[in-house]
């Protein structure tokens, strides 16, 4: 998964063309499969369509075996994400509320972004071995930098007249950190989680490629070993499958969450409460 | 004593050399519309049936509240939009497409932020053909004329806003257009720095001897810089009143205190206190 | 005077590291640590000594890593931007590609390399191409939003100034996109290095990546942490160059950028 924000996606502009786009699809789908049934391309570049149809049937229903690694790598990857986003908010939020702090995390921030963390992957298997920890260790690490630097940049990126108006109110510290800071900072938090996903799922299936149990990476590496590209194919489709509902259920939350951000939602809210005061309670 | 000519003053001379040879078209008939509107789809008229004639050499300011269609009045002028009904003539040609004897300020300077001010202004010449160092020259004496003399290597970003319109001035001066449309381009400034640029613009205007069409919501700005002031009001957009401001040029800012002035304030605001 | 704050604040840095890798190496020397987990930072620096100094084995990794990446690096934003141009273009196209372009950017490139493996082998060109897969996004989805960012003033001006499409392209569609598109650039340089490294794990005899993938498993951890170092020295490297030429040629980004080129321009007349 990569970096591009909403905003960025929507310029794409799908919606409107579901049925054409449908048409093309089936038209690619059916120059694929004649590429491959006319000796083109063979098996292990371009397998059939039809066939990773049916390696598709086989291993969610047949088989079911896919199920359980999924939930392997889904688990490691969120799990990280959790961990690396807890650790990530955390050092931001101190760093906005102590001077010294930011002062000397900073070279360190520095050395971070430069390094590739998720080259830590083999330290962390040789380490801590095959099982989860060393998926969830690296999934951490890697998912933490995206929630510290939006966090961080959310919340020192106050409007200056904002807050004066909380300091002329005569708020604490803390209450201009709840009331104010917070919810400024909410877009790039939540864009900062949605980093963290995508990020902990690349450091959860790299730790299972160098080595590991169970996991997706696992399994299409073990698929790519027997040859069965089509069954590669199959297992590549369901990580992007599920990992697209998660990105969709994330849009979702973060929708809710920042809702004056749309218009529609934010007029909606805004009628909901002027009834809540209306009816007598 | 010698006084070498400084670049503002070589531009005047060059500007009054061409009036004279043009002054047989001054009373010429520069802009006309006949019956002119503009409908946005079905339900938005913009513009109901405007005509007006504009003569060489005339300051027309177009004044009135938002979406009163002065706006739109503006972009029929440069061709940028079509018009529905109607008919707009510049310099005796149908508009048909985007015209390039027009110049055209907007609210933003709209200046290109990689580019010094020197190369901003040069910017029409470059679209049209290859620099030469006369160029460079008549650049350099357009920032002179707007009072930007020291600042021909200096970025967008560090002029302030009253600057940059003057870059934005002093490039439509090299268009070598003679027919200016302006659409309140001093609004987003403060009063003061808007007040000097009136004035400035005046006696630049005056010196190039151009047709300009100004476009404000501020009823003093209009009268103080026009010949005639067309006042327009909103839904649907049409010229209420055109009043002919007698009051000679070149005018001091002390003018707006006189009592002629205020009669004529008082004018155009009676054509809105009838809604 | 410049030269003594420039040492001044890089004391100011190196402070943050001194205290750390002092209290780790104290930390250490009283026994406290399990130098099989982490090994104390003399050896470490012993270690980097012996790969870049004594033996030099390093450099070859080191380049290797640096070539494939570059090159997957090129060919990742040739593609992207191409694409891009030509969406920004052409609606149509753009329509075609859309969907496409949404499943690629959710789909992780990391786990496509498997089969890249299979495809390209065990040599240098499963490591590129796993670079290009994983950076030609954000090259891709920048320059196509910059390209599309339209001032409809800037439009009417150049219109009244009688300027061709071409003419409008060149002096103010591409100039005015080119911050998006160095941030894209700067996105892509890392993700490529990065790209380079995973697809060198377990798959390469050369290169930064499986060099520390093999001390990591012969748990030979100063030789491990040594190379995780040299990747940091790289990504440093990398960084460096990108923010340097970011700040020179997208200059009008902040005022110290301004005012240099413009001392510049006026010195050129």
Not at chain 1, 214 to 227: A, D, F, K, N, R
Not at chain 3, 80 to 95: D, E, K
């Amino acid at each position: 998964m990569s970096y591009a924000t909403t905003e960025q996606t929507k310029k794409l502009n799908l919606t409107k063309t579901l049925p054409f786009h449908l048409l093309i699809f089936a038209l690619l789908m059916l120059l694929w499969e004649m590429i491959n049934r006319l000796g083109i391309a063979d098996d292990l570049v371009a397998p059939r369509p039809t066939d990773i149809v049916m390696a598709m049937a086989d291993i969610f229903f047949i088989d079911q075996t896919v199920w359980h690694h999924l939930a392997s790598t889904f688990a490691k990857a969120l799990l990280g994400a959790f961990i690396g986003t807890l650790i990530g908010m955390g050092l931001a939020i101190t760093a906005v509320l102590n001077e010294t702090f930011r002062k000397y995390i900073k070279p360190w921030i520095i050395l971070m972004e430069a390094t590739p963390r998720i080259a830590v992957g083999p330290i962390f298997v040789a380490l801590l071995g095959f099982g989860m920890s060393s998926a969830v260790a690296l999934a951490a690490l890697v998912a933490f930098f995206g929630p510290f630097v939006n966090t961080y940049q959310g919340l020192m990126d106050v409007d200056h007249e904002e807050e004066e108006l909380f300091r002329s109110l005569g708020a604490s510290k803390f209450q201009t950190f709840r009331k104010l800071r917070l919810p400024t900072a909410m877009p790039l938090i939540s864009a900062g989680w949605k980093l963290a996903a995508a990020s902990a799922f690349s450091g959860a299936l790299v730790a299972e490629f160098i080595q590991a149990s169970e996991g997706m990476g696992v399994l299409i590496s073990q698929y790519v070993t027997m040859l069965t590209m089509h069954y590669a194919f199959a297992a590549l489709l369901s990580v992007t499958l599920f990992g697209y509902i998660l990105f969709k259920i994330m849009e979702y939350v973060d929708y809710r969450i920042i809702f004056w951000r749309d218009d529609q939602l934010m007029y909606s809210i805004s009628e909901k409460k002027r009834n809540k005061m209306r009816a007598p309670a | 004593m010698y006084r070498q000519l400084r670049g503002g003053e070589r531009m005047i001379i060059e500007a009054k050399k061409n009036k004279e040879s043009a002054s047989s078209d001054s009373g010429a008939i520069v802009i006309a519309a006949q019956n002119l509107s503009k409908k946005f789809g079905e339900h938005v008229t913009a513009l109901d049936g405007a005509n007006f004639e504009i003569k060489a050499g005339e300051f027309i300011s177009l004044v009135g509240p938002s979406g009163c269609g002065k706006s739109t009045m503006l972009r029929l002028v440069a061709g940028l939009i079509e018009k529905t009904t109607g008919e707009m003539i510049v310099n005796g040609e149908v508009v048909s497409k985007p015209r390039t004897d027009v110049g055209m300020m907007f609210q933003k300077a709209v200046l290109l932020d990689w580019r010094t001010a020197l190369e901003n202004v040069l910017l029409p010449i470059e679209i049209r053909r290859k620099i030469t160092q006369e160029d460079k020259q008549q650049a350099i004496d357009a920032l002179d004329l707007v009072g930007l003399k020291g600042f021909e290597f200096h970025f967008p970003k560090q002029l302030s806003g009253g600057m940059q319109q003057r870059v934005a001035l002093a490039r439509l001066v090299l268009t070598g257009a003679k027919i200016m449309l302006m659409d309140e381009p001093f609004g987003a400034l403060d009063e003061f720095t808007r007040e000097r640029l009136n004035v400035e613009l005046l006696r630049i205007i005056g010196e190039l001897s151009a047709t300009t069409l100004f476009v404000t919501h501020n009823i003093q700005e209009a009268i103080f810089l026009a010949d005639r002031v067309m006042v327009m009001t909103p839904r649907p957009g049409r010229i209420a009143k055109v009043i002919d401001v007698g009051l000679k040029k070149p005018r001091d800012i002390s003018i707006q205190t006189s009592h002629e002035f205020n009669v004529l304030v008082e004018q155009v605001r009676d054509v809105f206190g009838e809604h | 005077m410049k030269i003594v704050s420039g040492i001044v604040s890089f004391l100011k840095y190196a402070l943050s590291f001194i205290i750390v890798l002092g209290t780790w190496e104290l930390y250490a020397a009283y026994g406290g640590l399990n130098e099989l987990f982490l090994p104390r930072p003399s050896k470490i620096g012993l270690k980097l000594y012996d790969m870049f100094i004594e033996t030099g084995m390093i450099y070859y990794h080191f380049f290797v890593t640096l070539l494939e990446m570059a090159i997957g690096f090129l060919i990742g934003v040739t593609i992207g931007v191409s694409l891009a141009v030509a969406a920004a273009f052409s609606p149509r196209f753009r329509r075609y590609i859309a969907p496409y372009a949404v499943v690629f950017n959710v789909t992780p490139g990391i786990a496509v390399l498997p089969l890249i493996i299979a495809w390209f082998g065990f040599g240098w060109s499963s490591k590129i191409a796993l670079a290009t897969l994983v950076c030609f996004f954000p090259p891709f989805i920048n320059t196509l939003t910059g390209l599309l960012k339209s001032d409809d003033e800037a439009i009417e001006l150049f219109q009244t100034l009688g300027a061709t499409q071409s003419q409008y392209f060149w002096k103010q569609q591409l100039p005015n996109a080119l911050p998006e598109i160095f941030a894209g650039l700067k996105l892509a340089i890392t993700t490529a290095l990065l790209g380079t490294i995973v697809a060198q794990f377990g798959s390469a005899s050369e290169g930064v990546g499986i060099l520390m993938q093999r001390f990591a498993f012969r748990l030979d951890m100063a030789g491990s942490f040594a190379s995780l170092v040299t990747m940091s020295i790289m990504g440093l490297m990398v960084f460096t160059l990108a923010e340097f030429l970011d700040r020179h040629i997208v200059f009008w980004r902040n005022l110290d950028g301004l005012e240099r080129v413009s001392r510049q321009r006026a010195k050129k007349g």
